[in-house]
């Protein structure tokens, strides 16, 4: 590999491999990389600006829930690992904040997805089927019909970690797609025995509700609207 000298702002820290082939910037030496920070050169991360463009209604259906119902399911294994063990904690650089978007994400389908990229006057457009959206009041995922739970998986992995390595691009490509029973290969019983029990908490829920509304149609209409003036 040939090197150049170059000045501290001229060349970027790689952080992260978003756009990198694409823009090909100047790469700081990785092995000089604390000289780098101390002299100010930029990390390529924070050195372009990225957005998402998409065509037709956000729309919830039938196949956006199957995968938010995925991402929610499995939300334990997206956010934390065994260490020890038997110590269940955050992955590296997870925290509750995350955690808790994780878990509340709603998934919505678009016709058409694009992603937009800017790094100084360079601009590079890239048709995706899939991108973490930050909205006003909570984050979105956006889908394409085309989209698989594999490719939803990688996408998650890059929300969650700024430079994810190629071991957790993998295993996140699995988490959603694989099933449970494939998933005893390779991810900690500890886990997938927490993703089960919080499954049988949540349909229980579900199952008590649903006889709380079987209950009130019962109910002859004069009592339902006592109770109801009583509440």
Not at 32 to 58: A, E, P
Not at 149 to 158: Q, T, Y
């Amino acid at each position: 590999k040939r090197f150049q000298i170059g000045h501290p702002s001229d060349v970027f820290i790689i952080d992260c491999n978003d756009f990198k082939d694409h823009f090909n910037p100047p790469e700081a030496v990785k092995s000089l990389h604390k000289l780098h920070n101390i002299l100010g050169t930029c990390l390529w991360s924070r050195s372009f600006t990225r957005k998402y463009n998409y065509k037709g209604t956000m729309l919830y259906t039938k196949q956006s829930s199957k995968i938010q119902d995925a991402i929610h399911f499995k939300s334990i294994l997206l956010t934390h690992e065994v260490i020890n063990g038997h110590k269940l904690v955050y992955r590296n650089g997870i925290t509750e904040k995350i955690e808790n978007i994780i878990k509340s994400l709603e998934v919505l389908k678009v016709e058409e997805l694009e992603m937009e990229a800017l790094f100084m006057e360079n601009i590079q457009y890239e048709h995706i089927t899939c991108a973490m959206v930050e909205g006003h009041e909570k984050t979105q995922l956006l889908v394409t019909k085309d989209v698989k739970l594999s490719e939803v998986g990688v996408c998650l992995a890059k929300y969650l970690f700024l430079q994810p390595t190629n071991d957790q691009i993998l295993a996140y490509s699995h988490y959603l797609e694989d099933s449970v029973e494939t998933l005893k290969k390779f991810v900690s019983k500890i886990i997938l025995d927490k993703i089960e029990n919080e499954s049988n908490s949540t349909n229980n829920e579900k199952y008590l509700a649903a006889c709380e509304i079987i209950n009130f149609f019962r109910i002859p209409v004069a009592k339902k609207i006592r109770r109801m003036l009583m509440e």
